[in-house]
């Protein structure tokens, strides 16, 4: 990709500026998020579960459901596609906590095995299919365990590692892969001007940027927490507008590494999507009840006993919610083979799309960038399932909704053809190769969108 020529709009480049400025302010707004956040994820799971009938707006445990899974999740992956990772940089309690304790830690230097590439995608699958086990979304013990646990590692790891860096936020935390992605669609980024900065005759202090971008070099908006504290850094680096398609559409091979194109296609879309969709596959309930009568014909009932704790499988007896050792057992199948079957067809035809478009540069990663916006679509219609199921149960129901999930789907689809057009129309191939390679992401999309049609149509 070339780099990028500063050209924003005064205000933009202004509102950079005021972030550096007024870095009080953020660190308040940082402090205050992390209150509300201890508060939401520990008092819950101190309080016993919701009476029957009891509703959001006096139930804290329901309340603190409705926050954290109903709004703030949707709520974040939305923001990564319109501002970046500015949630990061300004919001997130658990990178605002590492890098506090970063800044007051031991500041040992970060060892190799940390900084493997390989772990945003590892940490995302372990957490969303541990999630499932444990029904994160449900219960606040699940929900403290999961998040809380987290929070602590990422201290632990600012603690050793400095300093004043975001460790923990750059390499292990398991949704940083995945805002990486998604940030890459930002209309607004913070753009480096390499001239300018090269020009520069004066030798400023060096920016502490807390994720550990090398920023004289910074060509994407994935690693960037935007905190705007390099805005104006050398007179070269300004907050700025751009085509949310500019990355992708303009990605080679080298702007995309192969964990990030495995966790796209094995996590976002494989993994995730069958995560969101087991309590309603027809398959999933077939497939456990076939295991089950097997069992019982066989004398065998270890694993239809429900003795697991809740750590490691959903245990509520007084909700009547317990998972047997084959319904975790059954979870963890489904979740893992249909995510990886999706995912190895994804990933097949994406090997032949690069293979029809036969470019140097150009390969099965940079191919399957342009199915971020389906990821991207298909995550927030998943995490936005349970802020509908909550608001049925308080007698709220949007008659529009199958409308809605249907335009953001084709939405979705359309963003990812048009992109794949565009790194097609680049190759400048003959049209049939142009046509081959573009069907290869024609044909994600359009299995994508069967299973949600599946999902909210069918059952
Ligand atoms: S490059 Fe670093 S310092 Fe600059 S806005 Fe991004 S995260 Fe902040």
Not at 36 to 52: E, K, N, Q, S, W
Not at 182 to 205: E, G, M, N, Q, Y
Not at 258 to 271: F, Q
């Amino acid at each position: 990709m070339a780099h990028s020529k500063v050209s924003s709009p005064p205000l933009l480049a202004r509102l950079g500026d005021a972030m550096r400025r007024h870095r009080r302010i953020i660190v308040s707004v940082q402090w205050t998020v992390a209150l509300v956040y201890g508060i939401l994820i520990v008092v819950p799971a101190l309080l016993p579960l919701p009476p029957r009938g009891a509703a959001i707006l006096t139930n804290l445990t329901l309340f603190a459901q409705f926050v954290f899974w109903g709004i703030w999740w949707p709520g974040v992956i939305a923001s990564m596609l319109l501002f970046g990772r500015a949630w990061c940089g300004l919001f997130c309690p658990e990178g605002a906590l590492s890098e506090f304790a970063s800044r007051h830690g031991l500041q040992k230097r970060i060892p190799r095995m940390i900084r493997w590439p390989g772990w945003p995608f590892v940490a995302f699958v372990l957490t969303t299919v541990y999630g499932q086990l444990i029904s994160v979304y449900e219960y606040p013990k699940a929900a403290l365990l999961i998040l809380g646990g987290s929070t602590i590692a990422a201290m632990a790891i600012g603690f050793l590692y400095g300093p004043g860096k975001r460790v923990w936020c750059r390499y292990l935390c398991p949704v940083s892969g995945v805002f990486g992605l998604l940030a890459r669609l930002s209309p607004v980024h913070f753009a480096v001007d390499r001239k300018v900065w090269d020009s520069c005759a004066t030798r400023p202090i060096a920016v502490n940027c807390a994720p550990l971008i090398d920023i004289k070099h910074m060509q994407s908006a994935s690693q960037c927490h935007a905190c705007g504290r390099c805005s104006g850094h050398r007179d070269a680096v300004r907050l700025a507008a751009r085509s949310p398609n500019r990355e992708i559409a303009g990605a080679f091979s080298e702007n995309v590494s192969t964990p990030e194109g495995l966790l796209l296609v094995y996590g976002m879309l494989g993994i995730a999507l069958a995560a969101f969709q087991w309590t309603a596959s027809p398959l999933f309930v077939r497939m456990k009840q076939a295991v089950a009568e097997w069992l019982i014909a066989h004398d065998s009932f270890f694993l239809l006993q429900d003795s697991a704790p809740w750590w490691l499988l959903t245990h509520y007896p007084e909700a009547g919610d317990s998972f047997t050792w084959l319904d975790g057992a059954s979870i963890l199948g489904y979740i893992l083979g249909i995510g990886l079957a999706l995912g190895g067809l994804i990933h097949v035809c994406m090997l032949m799309g690069a293979r029809f478009a036969k470019t140097p540069r150009f390969d099965w990663k940079s191919l399957a960038l342009t199915l971020v916006p389906m990821a991207a679509t298909s995550l927030f219609i998943g995490l936005t399932m349970l802020t509908v199921t909550l608001l049925r149960s308080e007698g709220i129901v949007f008659a529009w909704m199958p409308y809605a999930r249907a335009s953001l789907l084709s939405g979705g689809t359309l963003w990812s053809m048009w992109l794949a057009f565009r790194q097609v129309a680049a190759t400048r191939n003959p049209i049939w190769r142009s046509c081959l390679t573009w069907l290869c992401v024609a044909l994600p999309c359009a299995v994508i969108d069967a299973a949600w049609y599946l999902v909210f149509f069918v059952r």
